[in-house]
């Protein structure tokens, strides 16, 4: 799939993207530390208001949802692209 030109970048990818996993995990292992320990006092700290507002589960899901449409459609785009200066190129 990949010419011998692609694999350094695509192993350089790789590597960026483990250290992201790797510090994504280590973010939430401190999270899930400091909630563990919240003194009782903070765990009583009353309600905010009733509102309609979305969750920041609903919103974070709705920008991934965006995103993975607009990444398709760039893809899209981009294979309608090449097929389309094919008949340059040859």
């Keep these: ?3 011998t030109y692609l694999t350094p970048t695509v192993e350089a990818a790789d590597q960026v993207l483990e250290a992201v996993v790797k510090l994504q995990d280590a973010t939430i292992d401190a999270v899930s530390t400091f909630t563990a320990n919240l003194p009782e006092a903070a765990k009583n700290v009353p ?3 009733e509102t ?9 899901s709705t ?3 965006y995103a993975e449409k607009v990444l398709s459609n760039q893809k899209a785009f981009v294979e309608r692209f090449f097929a389309a ?3 340059a190129a040859s």
């Design 52 to 60: 309609d507002l979305p969750t920041a589960q609903e919103i974070a």
């Design 47 to 49: 309600a905010l208001p």
């Design 1 to 3: 799939m990949t010419t």
């Design 85 to 87: 200066s094919a008949p």
């Design 63 to 65: 920008y991934f949802e």
